[in-house]
């Protein structure tokens, strides 16, 4: 239950905005976008942190391997050769654990560079 402070406090601040000429719904609204821009950004910097497609089906070394292959790798097409046939074999690996993982990989980042 809300204290009624607060909710003094809330009327307060929209009677203000409102005085103000200010649209109480427009405020609200990029408060929720400013939220969702937060939560994307966090979701893509852990993307990019590196999230390894089919991670939960991989042993903490296959996960460290992968990234040393992609580090050693030296173009981009080498690295989507290479993602795609990983993609593959997690594919492979989750059919036979009788799991299922999305089908297409997240997005991904220009990792490591362009």
């Not at 307060?12 to 994307?40: R, S, W």
């Not at 460290?64 to 050769?81: D, I």
Request: glycine share 6%.
């Amino acid at each position: 239950m809300k204290k009624p402070e607060f909710e003094f406090q809330a009327l307060f601040v929209i009677g203000l905005f409102m005085m103000m000429g200010v649209n109480v719904a427009v405020v609200a609204d990029q408060a929720q976008a400013k939220q969702g821009t937060q939560a994307e950004s966090t979701q893509t910097a852990t993307q990019s942190k590196g999230q390894i497609y089919g991670s939960q089906l991989m042993t903490r070394q296959e996960r460290a391997e992968y990234r040393a292959k992609m580090r050693s790798l030296k173009t981009r097409e080498e690295r989507e050769s290479f993602r795609a046939e990983h993609h593959k074999k997690m594919q492979e690996r989750a059919k036979e654990m009788g799991k299922t993982i999305p089908e297409v990989p997240p997005a991904r980042g220009c990792w490591p560079r362009c």
